[in-house]
């Protein structure tokens, strides 16, 4: 760390958020709150959890905030009190109105998962790997009240593997996103104060992914098919549906198995490699599902126990 800390607070929610949160807290940095989501009900006990940060920032005996608004004039009187130097937010999981954003004397910094102007927005992991892009990155960017529209302080590039879903993608770019977010707290001390705006070509938009988008068409072609399991893998998962029962799949990759066309959705085998599916055109290897009420698991073992050559999937 160059010079004093910074007195800031912390604004994240997701794994994603912690080794930014960490690193902050290991290089000294002067964490003076955690705002963080408020609990929720989750699965089918639909008992409460907490976020992961609050959780992370607990254990680090720092004061944690959830409100479900940062609108109230209350909320704003009690950020304001800490008197921070800047906010850090990252995947926090609200807009900040320009009250909050008015409210640092330095600004608001955010460590936003791609290359911007490229998927703004609440998903830009998974869109990234449902598309099919090569390289993605991240980018720390300073807030304003749009949505991902701030000038961009830094960013760095990383390349998208054809194996890689969204949950080893982001296990890859999250501390990525804490080390620059480091390196541009140090330039910011510098008094290296960048603020390029964003270019106005290249825009895409990488929205919530809803529940229609998670169920499987098995009509597309294989790469497709392919690219939303990995892109929703591991959460929030893709799904269709297996003897009327909702089934996940994970981890599909395009099949190099040449024969003859076969129906949409159709199970052609079981190997250890998955279980084999046809598309609208080609196939893909699903090598695990999860059953609903039940664990993740291999096909080859869910096979063992319930009938898959020739079911089809919908």
Do not use: C, Y
């Given at each position: 760390m160059i010079g004093r800390p910074w007195r800031l607070i912390f604004m994240g929610t997701p794994e994603f958020a912690r080794p930014s949160l960490e690193a902050l807290r290991d290089a000294g940095q002067e964490i003076l709150a955690v705002v963080t989501q408020p609990d929720r009900r989750y699965g089918r006990g639909q008992k409460f959890a907490s976020p992961l940060i609050k959780e992370v920032a607990l254990a680090a005996n720092l004061p944690v905030l959830q409100p479900p608004n940062l609108r109230p004039p209350e909320v704003i009187k009690t950020l304001a009190e800490f008197?921070?130097?800047?906010?850090?937010v990252v995947a926090f999981g609200q807009l900040?109105?320009?009250?909050?954003?008015?409210?640092?004397?330095?600004?608001?910094?955010?460590?936003?998962?791609?290359?911007?102007?490229?998927?703004?927005?609440?998903?830009?992991?998974?869109?990234?790997?449902?598309?099919?892009?090569?390289?993605?990155?991240?980018?720390?960017?300073?807030?304003?009240?749009?949505?991902?529209?701030?000038?961009?302080?830094?960013?760095?590039a990383v390349e998208i593997s054809e194996e890689d879903t969204a949950g080893t993608l982001a296990a890859r770019l999250a501390p990525l996103g804490a080390r620059l977010l480091l390196q541009a707290l140090d330039k910011l001390r510098q008094g290296e104060i960048v603020r390029q705006p964003q270019p106005t070509v290249g825009v895409s938009w990488a929205p919530p992914l809803t529940r229609e988008m998670q169920r499987l068409d098995f009509n597309q072609p294989a790469p497709e098919v392919a690219r939303w399991v990995r892109g929703l893998d591991p959460r929030p998962g893709a799904f269709t549906y297996y003897q009327g029962k909702k089934l996940k799949v994970f981890q599909a990759r395009v099949s190099q198995e040449q024969g003859k066309a076969a129906p949409s959705g159709l199970i052609l085998q079981v190997t250890s490699q998955g279980a084999e599916v046809a598309c609208g055109q080609g196939r893909v290897w699903v090598p695990e599902v999860q059953l609903a009420g039940s664990k993740r698991m291999s096909a080859q073992d869910f096979g063992r126990g319930h009938p898959l050559v020739h079911q089809r999937l919908g």
């Open positions: 008197e921070p130097e800047l906010l850090v900040l109105p320009a009250a909050v954003l008015a409210i640092p004397s330095v600004g608001a910094l955010n460590v936003h998962a791609s290359l911007l102007p490229r998927h703004r927005g609440a998903a830009p992991i998974n869109w990234a790997v449902i598309q099919g892009d090569k390289v993605t990155g991240v980018t720390i960017m300073w807030l304003d009240t749009g949505l991902d529209t701030g000038p961009i302080f830094l960013s760095e």
